[in-house]
């Protein structure tokens, strides 16, 4: 039930999206503000308070990137069979490669704290940290090989993610609490303040984002990159903490954020780069419906595996 207010915001925004309440144009300056200001100061925030003391950081982290390389590799050598028997051209294996690789940093990081408490946002956007760098070149790579787009430059590519927000506010907050300098009363108030507002439009943009006209149109590689990313990503999670040992929250973290859907920022970079969008867009859409009946168990799993109440 902890999850239920999740998927009825998220709701709210399809609501919001297909009564045009709130008409096109706005959502995206919605989703400007939440990802260059909200999120960040929550992210912030999280981290330069956590108490990662016996927290295995690095350990969730390489976790986290091994079970990512494990999904590139196995998306990589089944490429062709894949193509085969899905029916997809290069352009539509690069959006699946996307659908089944990449994570929802919005919602992710809200459930985490609805789920886990504070110090589960504090290693998710940790996580969120140590995965987007690996997530964006691997996308573009794939993308630039299988797509018919022209490929951004390397120095394009690095300053992307030298200004991503998710990644300068955990390096802000890394080292406020690294440095001991922590947050003064009124600067953690505020931060508190704006991070409030984050999750709500994080999940109403969200929901504006599904595309539930032309789901009667999916084929058969929505629904197996569905599987893939809310099944199988949260197993190579859990197998690689497990080699590692990792277990507890860090654990139960690295498990839920393996099950949420794909990023939103998926559909732009395949429209930039010659990839196929529709494709993404319904992805990303039946992932968003699948994983309000998949996070639920999976939240469960977790918990139990990693010796939570």
Request: hydrophobic share 60%.
């Amino acid at each position: 039930m902890v999850l239920l207010p999740v998927f009825l915001t998220i709701a709210l925004g399809a609501v919001l999206k297909q009564t045009a309440l709130v008409k096109d144009e706005h959502w995206s300056a919605v989703e400007h503000v939440a990802y260059y200001v909200l999120f960040p100061a929550i992210v912030t925030k999280s981290i330069a308070v956590a108490d990662f003391s016996g927290v295995p950081v690095a350990r969730m982290a390489l976790a986290m990137i091994l079970a990512i390389l494990t999904m590139f590799a196995l998306a990589l050598l089944l490429r062709r069979p894949l193509q085969a028997s899905l029916g997809m051209d290069g352009p539509a294996f690069s959006s699946f490669f996307q659908g089944v690789t990449r994570w929802h940093t919005f919602l992710a990081l809200a459930i985490m704290p609805l789920v886990f408490g504070p110090q589960g946002i504090a290693l998710a956007a940790l996580s969120a940290a140590a995965m987007i760098p690996l997530l964006n070149v691997g996308a573009v790579s794939v993308l630039s090989t299988y797509a018919s787009g022209t490929a951004p430059t390397l120095n394009g590519v690095l300053r992307s993610l030298a200004t991503n927000p998710f990644v300068l506010s955990s390096i802000a907050g890394i080292v406020l609490n690294l440095s001991g300098v922590g947050l003064a009363a009124p600067i953690e108030q505020t931060l508190e303040l704006i991070g409030r507002g984050a999750l709500a439009v994080a999940l109403l943009s969200a929901g504006a984002g599904l595309e539930f006209a032309k789901l009667r149109n999916a084929g058969p590689a929505v629904g197996v990159a569905t599987a893939v990313k809310l099944l199988l990503m949260p197993a190579f999670m859990w197998g690689w903490t497990w080699v590692l040992g990792v277990d507890g929250l860090p654990q139960a973290v690295a498990i839920v954020a393996g099950g949420v859907p794909s990023a939103a920022a998926s559909y732009i970079l395949a429209r930039k780069m010659g990839g196929d969008a529709a494709l993404v867009a319904l992805i990303l859409t039946a992932q968003t419906l699948a994983a309000a009946v998949t996070l639920p168990f999976l939240i469960s799993f977790a918990r139990q595996v990693a010796g939570l109440p």
